[in-house]
């Protein structure tokens, strides 16, 4: 199979290439076809395939590649409150599509008369003019960032996934499925011809007050999501240091323990203190028959991952007390001494985010049979969401969504759009997950 796309975006308009053109081919080999297998029992589908193709990803907004005014702050003139109006976007005619190049490699299978089926599939996807909010200098720029493609990324993965019904009677039936997929990615550039950062590196992800500093630190060869900060080793405990009495001790440059007034506190005292991407998802789900009966049991979790608890790093240090406070706030830190640093982004609040769901279970009862004359069939059921967890996670969920925001290196805290790249951040203002209970009649006329 082959296919070719043109496809031109509106929100390119004013540019010099607000088309893209994406072409795909995949070819297929359909194994017990052949006569080699026509005696083998086992199998009733294995197909090899293989399929290369490039998809296309426009800005978000519209009139990105052109110069914006925008409102801004609100001004008194001669005695009438107006807004200023001023440069909220830089032209850019480069402008053009990002595009993801992706080769996949993949087998399908049923054997045991489809008792057992699935696919496996491995992906390598190249994002080549990656989409980003460029920061610029300004003057001579009207604004200080430019919506350019200046980034190359590599994703590679594996999909499993596997259906099987491991019981089936005429009047119980259980079918089941698994699935695991890993990705792993690679940051290859951040600059093009025209547009070129000063060091191989952006500081990604913002604390917000009254912390106010970068999360992530996204390098060049390296992966997303890297938290970045200072990694804590223990608390002072001596009673006779009171310059270091409850304040944080750290892991110098060389792993060796530095106390907090010996501590520079400067980005290169940093250091790489966890990563917010998961290693690998698992998911399982399950249906149950049983005569009317049924239930429906879906389940998933994510592994090897970290999340920084901002909730903790607020609510949880008894110096700032103009925020409500964790009763956690008055435990010894280590069981050694009450915190007496400010409030800081550091390895401490740093936590493993390895979780397990049981997401939705609902159970139901068919009525085939009302009784009634304009009611042919009935169903009634219960059904619960968020419904149970496993994890040491300390905060209110593990399953935190993707952030917002540059913390640029080259012209201090800015907050840009990122698209995701300072995963792991679990904000001091979210608002609870919710468990739900639903219980629901579905009638047939």
Do not use: C
């Amino acid at each position: 199979m082959a296919s070719l796309r043109r496809e031109e975006a509106s929100q390119l308009v004013g540019t010099n290439n607000p088309w893209g053109t994406f072409p795909a081919i995949s070819v297929g080999w359909r194994i017990t076809k052949e006569s080699f297998m026509s005696n083998q029992t086992l199998f009733n589908d294995i197909k090899l395939r293989a399929g290369y193709g490039v998809t296309g990803s426009q800005p978000s907004d519209l009139f990105r590649g052109v110069g914006l005014l925008g409102y801004d702050r609100n001004v008194l003139n001669n005695g009438v409150w107006s807004k200023d109006l001023l440069p909220s976007q830089n032209a850019n005619p480069d402008l053009k599509w990002e595009e993801k190049r992706e080769t996949d490699i993949g087998l399908d299978f049923s054997l045991l008369k489809d008792r057992i089926s699935g696919s496996f599939d491995y992906y390598n996807r190249e994002i080549n003019n990656l989409l980003f909010q460029f920061p610029v200098p300004s003057p001579p720029n009207l604004y200080n960032l430019t919506e350019a493609n200046v980034g190359k990324m590599n994703n590679k993965g594996l999909e499993i996934m596997i259906n099987f019904v491991p019981f089936k009677t005429s009047n119980f039936e259980w079918n089941s499925n698994f699935s695991y997929s890993t990705n792993t990615n690679k940051l290859k550039s951040l600059s093009n011809d025209i547009y070129k950062l000063s060091t191989d590196y952006l500081q990604i992800g913002y604390t917000g007050p009254p912390v106010q500093t970068f999360t992530h630190l996204l390098r060049v060869g390296g992966p997303v999501g890297d938290f970045y900060g200072f990694k804590v080793i223990g608390i002072g405990s001596d009673q006779t240091d009171a310059a270091n009495y409850g304040q944080w001790i750290y892991e110098g440059a060389n792993g060796e323990a530095v106390k907090y007034s010996d501590f520079g506190h400067a980005f290169g005292d940093k250091k790489v203190i966890g990563n917010g991407l998961p290693k690998f998802y698992l998911g399982w789900n399950n249906t149950f028959r049983y005569k009317n009966f049924d239930l429906f049991i879906t389940q998933r979790g994510a592994f090897k991952f970290q999340i920084a608890n901002e909730q903790r790093m607020i609510y949880e240090n008894p110096t700032y007390t103009q925020y409500n406070l964790l009763k956690s706030a008055f435990n010894k830190v280590y069981g050694q001494a009450l915190l007496k640093s400010t409030p800081e982004f550091n390895s401490y609040y740093i936590e493993n985010g390895d979780y397990w769901k049981i997401d939705n279970v609902t159970l139901g009862y068919n009525f085939t049979k009302t009784g009634i004359k304009f009611i042919q069939s009935a169903r009634i059921y219960a059904s619960s969401l968020n419904t149970f967890i496993i994890t040491k996670y300390k905060g209110l969920d593990p399953e935190v969504s993707m952030r917002n925001g540059v913390v640029s290196a080259q012209s201090g805290i800015q907050v840009i759009p990122t698209k995701g790249l300072d995963p792991g951040i679990d904000s001091r203002d979210k608002y609870p997950t919710t468990r739900t209970f639903t219980f629901g009649l579905n009638i047939t006329f």
